[in-house]
């Protein structure tokens, strides 16, 4: 009964380095997000994708920033040249379907990216 | 704008008293709130989901209310534990077919055994 899993859960990474993020949703959950937390912070929504479709992703930052949910595997979030901004919790979530039912969108522990 | 890194506010309670965290959320049209609980180095926890069409409902040992008037919501906890000892946010969303949730910035519930 395996919740949404993201790994690594802790990256670092030097400057102008690139950081990959991976997440596998819940089984049967073909929509996954991507959300963002700075220290002391709420979650900030980044990118919604379902299987090879990004359907939302007036959250992401224009450059350097990409998200992919392949037909196979995981959801991948990928930054290129890292920056000391870019330090924070990312946190993927799923649910089984779109629409607004809080009570089916789960959320992995997050991966936390540190920046030096 | 972007917020700098502020302290939480923190609501600090003693163990079995009744606890209300409360959230200002900004938009109008928001139709549907969640509240979460975030431990320490962990995601975000479902406590409790309300409609716009509704101003209160009731789960286990929590009650939220909401008043869409001054766009107000409020999370009440019984008999107040210390493993409710965490980071409260408040979640709002509005319509669409996405689940594109606006979080609050977040209280920490210190309960005092």
């Known amino acids: 009964n395996a919740g949404v899993m993201q790994n690594p859960r802790h990256l670092v990474r030097r400057r102008g380095q690139e950081a990959r993020l991976r997440c596998s949703p819940m089984?049967?959950?073909?929509?996954v997000y991507w959300y963002r937390q700075l220290p002391e912070e709420g979650l900030k929504f980044m990118v919604y994708l379902q299987k090879e479709n990004i359907i939302d992703e007036s959250g992401m930052p224009k450059e350097r920033f990409s998200a992919e949910f392949p037909k196979e595997g995981p959801s991948i979030l990928r930054i290129q040249q890292v920056v000391r901004g870019d330090s924070a919790a990312y946190f993927c979530a799923s649910s089984p379907s779109g629409g607004t039912t809080g009570n089916t969108i789960y959320f992995g522990e997050g991966s936390w990216l540190t920046v030096v | 704008g972007e917020s700098v890194g502020l302290h939480l506010p923190t609501l600090s309670v003693q163990e079995g008293d009744n606890s209300i965290i409360n959230c200002a959320y900004s938009?109008?049209?928001?139709?549907?709130f969640i509240w979460y609980k975030q431990e320490s180095g962990k995601g975000p926890q479902f406590i409790i989901d309300?409609?716009?069409?509704?101003d209160k409902r009731q789960g286990q040992r929590v009650t939220v209310l909401l008043n869409k008037t001054v766009k107000h919501l409020s999370l009440q906890i019984a008999a107040t534990q210390p493993g409710d000892s965490a980071v409260y946010f408040c979640a709002e969303t509005y319509g669409g077919a996405t689940n594109k949730l606006i979080f609050g910035t977040g209280t920490l519930l210190a309960v005092q055994p």
């Open positions: 309300i409609r716009s069409n509704m």
């Open positions: 938009n109008s049209a928001s139709d549907y």
């Open positions: 089984k049967g959950h073909s929509h």
